[in-house]
């Protein structure tokens, strides 16, 4: 069986998954797009040589015929609105983070996902599909260092520019840690702290860069992430357990190791995309066999994209008051819990 699939939103990472679902990932197929820019998408589609149907509205697309399923990859606050579209023509989703700009947002697409009564939605978190990951969640899961106490993480960008905001380094960068940490540890978050270092010269005027946020699990885990995004020399993510019997750290992504002109070298990555690109690759497949087995098994949950949003939400205004903020999170949903 092959899926069909329309895309909204041409823009960066929707090409990367145009061209991942067409060329790549198996029982996939792009058949429309849809971005508020025709020409960049026409051009976009034309030089990947892919024949897809432009619509021209973004509801033509979700209400096709010829499209089974919806990729949202357009700008974050039209989220909310494709999504609700999608699921109200009862067509899967897979939508790119965020899954709606406030927990608000997030909390209408759960309920009427619910309403619904199957699963239909997959956010776009994708580091749990990464290997460095699944490595260390293994470790965890293993026993091997005892309870997890602390985490030391870093999300460390090369450069941002001018139109990156504070609050961005919470619901644009740090979405990812509140997510993929959540995961890893298979705890929800009780507070949060933010403290902003010195800061770097390198920074916008209006950006406070580097950030410090400390969050405290349910369990009592306190995580400390470090926000740099421009740290100027590289895209670098860490995360280091300290457990009850020793260390276990996210392993480095695999690159050659040179002895060369009296040094020891190795690369940092500098592109996210490179980062991460495998971890898309499996994320999207996931999707694809959630849907066509009819059992969404994988991947993030809308319940996952709200819970996310909700720890979000505390994070920012912490920014905001300089104090710890308290995170209340809901009791998962049945429909949620994993069997
Ligand atoms: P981007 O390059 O700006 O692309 C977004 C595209 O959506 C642009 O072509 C934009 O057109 C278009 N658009 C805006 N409003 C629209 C509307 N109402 N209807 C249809 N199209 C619309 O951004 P991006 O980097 O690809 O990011 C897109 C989304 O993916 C964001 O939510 C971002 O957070 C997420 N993302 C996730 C990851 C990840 O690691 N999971 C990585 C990158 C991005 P204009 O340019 O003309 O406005």
């Not at 939103?9 to 090409?15: D, F, H, K, M, W």
């Not at 403290?195 to 405290?216: C, N």
């Not at 505390?314 to 104090?323: D, M, P």
């Amino acid at each position: 069986m092959v899926l069909k699939f329309g895309v909204i939103g041409t823009g960066a990472i929707g090409q990367e998954h145009i061209e991942r679902l067409s060329k790549k990932l198996i029982g996939s197929q792009v058949v429309a797009v849809n971005d508020i820019n025709e020409a960049s998408a026409k051009e976009a589609v034309k030089k990947m040589g892919i024949n897809a149907h432009f619509y021209k509205n973004a509801h033509d697309l979700i209400n096709a015929d010829e499209v089974d399923a919806i990729v949202v990859t357009s700008w974050g606050p039209t989220h909310e609105e494709f999504v609700l579209a999608a699921i109200a023509v009862g067509k899967p989703v897979f939508c790119e983070k965020p899954l709606a700009v406030t927990a608000d947002g997030c909390k209408k697409i759960v309920d009427a996902e619910i309403k619904h009564g199957k699963r239909l939605v997959q956010v776009g978190f994708m580091r749990p599909f990464d290997s460095t990951y699944r490595q260390l969640k293994a470790a965890l899961d293993s026993g091997e260092i005892g309870q997890p106490l602390l985490l030391n993480c870093k999300h460390f960008n090369p450069i941002v520019g001018d139109s990156y905001t504070t609050d961005m380094a919470i619901v644009d960068t740090l979405i990812h840690e509140l997510d993929v940490l959540r995961w890893l540890l298979d705890d929800d978050y009780k507070s949060a702290r933010v403290i902003y270092p010195r800061k770097t010269s390198k920074a916008s005027g209006h950006l406070m860069d580097p950030q410090m946020v400390i969050l405290e699990t349910t369990k009592g885990i306190v995580i400390n992430t470090e926000i740099f995004v421009n740290c100027m020399y590289g895209y670098d993510i860490q995360c280091e357990v300290i457990g009850e019997n020793g260390i276990a750290s996210l392993p480095e992504p695999t690159q050659v190791v040179f002895r060369k002109d009296g040094n020891l070298q190795r690369a940092i990555l500098v592109d996210w995309k490179k980062r991460f690109i495998d971890a898309y690759d499996v994320e999207l497949q996931a999707f694809i066999n959630n849907v066509t087995s009819g059992q969404f098994t994988q991947g993030a949950s809308a319940w996952d994209g709200y819970s996310a949003a909700v720890a979000a939400d505390a994070c920012v205004k912490a920014q905001q008051t300089g104090n710890q903020e308290h995170i209340s999170m809901p009791a998962t949903p049945s429909f949620y819990r994993k069997k």
